[in-house]
């Protein structure tokens, strides 16, 4: 096509809308949309969902009154999505150099997680893996994607385009990031029953737990059976948010910041 068809086709609005429609669909990650944070950070906006990962923690900021006082500098991002979380604690906190492991299964995340890996601003601090949270006795767990951060291991539709994961293992995390940890992040969808109880040396290993629960998570009493867990595992509850209904399936979500009275750095 010579440029005066093109340029005639331009003139067209529906052409226009058309051709846009098309390359936000199957090619947004290349027109390099990006979004500076200040202190010399940006975030890349590689997928046409990110604006909805984005807007929730960097303008919602709704982890902000979740951070625990002290130093952080060392967090397991568990449910890491477009690891919008750790690059808002590096870019809030600049003058603590944070090393994150994001640990994140959904294929869709993949360019933008091994793209920020690869920032020089972030010199190598942030490493992706992609595994999810299971039983430790198995090696794989299906998991559905889904756009808008709803990809779980539980299948909602039949329309989810499911694909199986490996099984995320202590002892991989120990070797990609030795404990102990400041900040444990897990925002996984209603896996949280399967991580407090298949996860226990992990958690023991960390200072403080952000933990975004879902009211219908494998244990079956939900709310106040993850907190009496928590209760169990020696953590101590310092915040927890007005619980929410869900978007997009029928139950309640809400935020939990705990500390580990046991924790010996």
Not at 22 to 45: D, T, V
Not at 86 to 97: C, E, F, R, V
Not at 99 to 125: D, K, Q, W, Y
């Amino acid at each position: 096509m010579n440029k005066f068809v093109c340029s005639l086709l331009l003139q067209y609005s529906a052409f226009r809308r058309s051709l846009i429609s098309h390359l936000k669909a199957r090619y947004f990650h290349e027109l390099g949309n990006s979004i500076p944070l200040g202190n010399g950070y940006w975030a890349q906006l590689l997928e046409n969902d990110s604006y909805d990962s984005f807007s929730e923690i960097f303008i919602q900021q709704e982890y902000l009154k979740f951070i625990p006082n002290g130093k952080i500098s060392k967090v397991l991002d568990i449910g890491a999505h477009y690891g919008f979380f750790s690059l808002w604690m590096q870019a809030t906190y600049p003058k603590q150099k944070i090393h994150s492991l994001m640990i994140e299964p959904a294929e869709s995340c993949v360019r933008s997680l091994t793209r920020m890996t690869n920032e020089p601003f972030l010199e190598g601090r942030f490493n992706f893996f992609s595994r999810a949270i299971g039983k430790l006795d198995s090696e794989t767990v299906c998991f559905f994607n889904r756009s808008h951060m709803a990809g779980s291991c539980f299948n909602l539709t039949t329309s989810d385009s499911e694909q199986s994961v490996q099984v995320l293992k202590e002892s991989e995390v120990v070797d990609l990031l030795p404990p102990p940890y400041d900040l444990i992040k897990c925002d996984i969808e209603g896996s949280e029953w399967e991580f407090l109880h298949c996860y226990q040396n992990l958690i023991k290993s960390s200072k403080f737990l952000i933990l975004e629960w879902h009211s219908w998570h494998n244990g079956g009493g939900g709310f106040e059976q993850l907190i009496d867990t928590l209760n169990s595992r020696k953590f101590k509850i310092l915040k927890s948010s007005t619980p929410m209904n869900a978007v997009g399936k029928k139950g309640k979500v809400g935020l939990i910041l705990a500390e580990n009275s046991e924790f010996n750095a």
